[in-house]
């Protein structure tokens, strides 16, 4: 079992840049499969980026070309820098972890989640 501690979450305007990162305890973050999800008010939690174990990365389509997914190993850290921010990525946004080596744009084959943490977008 992992833990997950998120860090990042502010209340920024539209247009900036934030970088959330996900600090993990317990077991190395290097070797499995990771993802940030989010959950918007009123929303089911959705898949937001996913980073295989060999560090290939994929994007939902509503965040391509402006989130960043990467880890670093010797921190045990992974992060979500995020440019270009619309008032519809305000959201609870989670990392998540799982024993697997390949990513997955499902919540639920995910086995340990951190807390979250809040990004507003104001416009």
């Known amino acids: 079992q992992v833990q997950l501690v998120e860090s990042g979450g502010r209340l920024v305007q539209a247009g900036s840049s934030l970088r959330l990162s996900c600090a993990a305890s317990?077991?190395?973050?290097?070797?499995?499969?990771l993802g940030w999800f989010r959950q918007r008010p009123g929303k089911e939690r959705e898949f937001v980026s996913g980073?295989?174990?060999?560090?290939?990365?994929y994007y939902a389509d509503s965040v391509k070309g402006r989130f960043t997914i990467s880890r670093d190993n010797a921190k045990n850290t992974v992060y979500l820098q995020m440019n270009s921010l619309k008032s519809e990525d305000t959201a609870v946004y989670y990392c998540?972890?799982?024993?697997?080596?390949?990513?997955?744009?499902?919540?639920?084959?995910?086995?340990?989640w951190g807390q979250g943490t809040q990004v507003t977008v104001s416009s």
């Open positions: 998540a972890s799982q024993v697997r080596e390949y990513y997955s744009s499902d919540p639920k084959n995910y086995e340990d």
């Open positions: 317990g077991r190395a973050v290097s070797g499995y499969a």
């Open positions: 980073l295989d174990w060999n560090s290939r990365t």
